[in-house]
């Protein structure tokens, strides 16, 4: 577990040393991803499924579900990141992300990149450092607070960092976990979007670029280029989805 760990995060440190992200938060995990060549869609569907992607030939296409919190959305993004760079080799697949019991490596892999990836540990431990004064074991509710919201990730993958960076233990741990977050981030004065579910259905906007590009020069006709529109509209339905993917469903999300 410990070599897959240190994998991750060498990969994680990697890629943000080539964007040029240093240890700061990700302004836009999902601006991100399509920056990096991905068509990204968002739509909220039933199950436990936290996103979908499907590859064909050099076309990598990702749906979040958006009917999960807006904080396991940017966690979902960064693990199909994880897939985009570094497994080639599969074609399509549903995730269910963040979890304890991740069974297959490669998902625990793509977890750890994630949290890697948007918690980068020297980041981490500068902000604990100007929070605490040098206290690294002093972490209270407000600290993890700022650390969550500074970091733009779910509560919980906040504390699952903190903990494996042991800069809380399993009884602080447990005790954040049961907590009305909703109820602290607001006395404390943080906005909540983060821990709600907004449903929301995003069209990937550089897909649709490029087919109106193609319309456009004349590569095709407005007939296909309404067809390839249409087509984003169909894929998703769950049912077509599915078919398409041939896909495995992992266990239980966070």
Known sequence: MQSLISKAKTRANEVRNKLGLGDEPIADIFKLLENQGIYLFAKPFSGKASAMFMRAQDTHLVIINSSKTVGHQIFSAAHELSHFLFDKNIMGGVCAVNKYNQDLEIEKLADAFASHFLMPEDGIFKHVDLRTEG??????????????????????????????????????????????ITKEAKRYGY?????????????????????????????????KMNEYLQDIGYIFDEEIIHSQLGVFIEGEED
């Not at 919201?149 to 233990?169: C, D, G, P, Q, T």
């Not at 906005?191 to 709600?196: E, K, L």
């Not at 319309?215 to 095709?220: A, L, R, V």
Request: charge should be negative.
């Open 191 to 223: 906005p909540t979007d983060i821990y709600g579910k907004d449903g929301k259905n995003i069209f990937s906007q550089s897909y649709i670029e490029k087919v109106r590009k193609a319309y456009d020069s004349d590569e095709i006709s407005e007939i």
């Open 135 to 180: 206290k690294f074991d002093k972490l209270d509710t407000q600290d993890i607070l700022y650390l969550q919201h500074y970091f733009k990730v779910s509560w919980r993958a906040m504390l699952y960092r903190l903990y494996s960076l042991e800069l809380i233990n399993q009884y602080e741990f447990d005790h954040y976990c049961q907590i009305h």
